[in-house]
């Protein structure tokens, strides 16, 4: 996630428990029989596939169109137009750089891995589009500048998966996504009092991170 100034600074499981299962899906965790070892990181859950697939699918489409998918769907701050409400969502799908693009698909991958098989690929997809959204209008509150990249998105998924990664639901990886987490909540808190990261979307993230936490309880139980 980055907040540009300027138009031109764009281009710089564990085991399956019956207390796993979400509210709303009618089956969670893994099936009888499965192994207990996590599977290859590359063997990402179809929904968490589809949306880094996606991802980079519209980066290389906008490199060739030369930024034209960009100055459509990048979030310029809220108006009363449905152009802005849309990219209060779209602005997710824009990249400033393949650096930018590759460290948040690395992100989700980590986290699509643990929690789509426990919340399912519709909800996961939701937090995304719910913690851009939400980290957008906590943007435009204390920051300003144009917006871009899914950051906030993958915030979201940091607050969800955070609470259970503390109560050991997602195995080997539970200490990986409490040091990410914690480390993706202390660069952006810093960030919102220092001059430090100058660019990033700070209070964009923060947004996407607590609306994530707030869900936490009704998806991972």
Same mark, same amino acid.
């Given at each position: 996630?980055?907040?540009?100034?300027?138009?031109?600074?764009?281009?710089?499981?564990?085991?399956?428990?019956?207390?796993?299962?979400?509210?709303?899906?009618?089956?969670?965790?893994?099936?009888?029989?499965?192994?207990?070892?996590?599977?290859?990181?590359?063997?990402?859950?179809?929904?968490?596939?589809?949306?880094?697939?996606? +991802?980079?699918?519209?980066?290389? &489409?906008?490199? $060739? %169109?030369? =930024?034209?998918? !960009?100055? *459509?769907? @990048?979030?310029?701050?809220?108006?009363?137009?449905?152009?802005?409400?849309?990219?209060?969502?779209?602005?997710?799908?824009?990249?400033?750089?393949?650096?930018?693009?590759?460290?948040?698909?690395?992100?989700?991958?980590?986290?699509?891995?643990?929690?789509?098989?426990?919340?399912?690929?519709?909800?996961?997809?939701?937090?995304?589009?719910?913690?851009?959204?939400?980290?957008?209008?906590?943007?435009? +509150?204390?920051?300003?500048?144009? &917006?871009?990249? $899914? %950051?906030? =998105?993958?915030? !979201?998924? *940091?607050? @969800?998966?955070?609470?259970?990664?503390?109560?050991?639901?997602?195995?080997?990886?539970?200490?990986?996504?409490?040091?990410?987490?914690?480390?993706?909540?202390?660069?952006?808190?810093?960030?919102?009092?220092?001059?430090?990261?100058?660019?990033?979307?700070?209070?964009?993230?923060?947004?996407?991170?607590?609306?994530?936490?707030?869900?936490?309880?009704?998806?991972?139980?």
């Amino acid at each position: 996630m980055q907040a540009m100034s300027g138009w031109g600074d764009r281009r710089q499981q564990g085991g399956g428990r019956p207390d796993n299962v979400t509210p709303f899906r009618r089956n969670g965790g893994r099936q009888p029989g499965h192994s207990s070892s996590p599977p290859p990181a590359i063997n990402l859950p179809p929904a968490t596939k589809v949306v880094a697939l996606v +991802l980079v699918v519209i980066h290389v &489409l906008d490199w $060739i %169109s030369g =930024g034209a998918i !960009a100055r *459509y769907c @990048v979030f310029t701050g809220l108006r009363f137009s449905l152009h802005s409400l849309i990219t209060l969502f779209t602005y997710a799908l824009i990249h400033a750089n393949p650096g930018h693009l590759v460290m948040n698909i690395v992100s989700l991958a980590i986290l699509g891995k643990v929690l789509e098989p426990r919340i399912g690929a519709r909800w996961l997809v939701i937090m995304l589009a719910m913690g851009s959204g939400v980290g957008a209008i906590v943007h435009t +509150l204390i920051s300003s500048g144009y &917006l871009i990249g $899914i %950051s906030a =998105g993958v915030g !979201a998924l *940091y607050g @969800v998966a955070l609470p259970g990664a503390k109560t050991g639901r997602f195995g080997p990886y539970d200490r990986l996504i409490i040091l990410l987490s914690i480390l993706f909540v202390a660069v952006s808190v810093l960030g919102l009092m220092l001059p430090i990261l100058p660019g990033v979307a700070h209070a964009a993230h923060l947004g996407g991170f607590l609306a994530g936490l707030f869900m936490s309880h009704r998806l991972i139980r």
